[in-house]
């Protein structure tokens, strides 16, 4: 069983820069590639990007890509989003999730990640 929990997100004006935090309890961390997802009102969930275990591998949405980094410290059992140039088109709530089975397979999908956190706001005005 892993519990996850989301800090950070807030009401920025664009161009900002937010950090979100993933803080998870349970054993081995490490085993599990971690996403993050974000969700607006009327829309889909959607993946933003992830990262393996080791946090050697990431993998971004083409929408973010260049301007949110991912990464993990397993010693504090905590995933980053780190998210710069901020668009209002980026608000929505963002979720980390912790993944089942391997990294490499349809990480982009939500139904392949098994524990999910509550969600933080990310509000982004123009």
């Known amino acids: 069983q892993v519990q996850l929990v989301e800090s950070g997100g807030g009401l920025v004006q664009a161009g900002d820069s937010l950090r979100l935090s993933c803080a998870a309890s349970?054993?081995?961390?490490?085993?599990?590639?971690m996403g993050w997802f974000r969700q607006a009102p009327g829309k889909e969930r959607e993946f933003v990007g992830a990262?393996?275990?080791?946090?050697?591998?990431?993998l971004y949405a083409d929408s973010v890509k260049g301007r949110f980094t991912i990464s993990r410290d397993n010693a504090e059992n905590t995933v980053y989003l780190q998210m710069n140039d901020l668009k209002p088109e980026d608000t929505a709530v963002y979720y980390c999730?912790?993944?089942?089975?391997?990294?490499?397979?349809?990480?982009?999908?939500?139904?392949?990640?098994?524990?999910w956190g509550q969600g933080t706001q990310v509000t982004v005005s123009s």
């Open positions: 999730a912790a993944k089942s089975g391997s990294y490499y397979s349809r990480t982009h999908l939500p139904l392949e990640y098994r524990y």
């Open positions: 990262i393996s275990g080791s946090g050697s591998n990431t």
């Open positions: 349970g054993r081995a961390f490490s085993m599990y590639p």
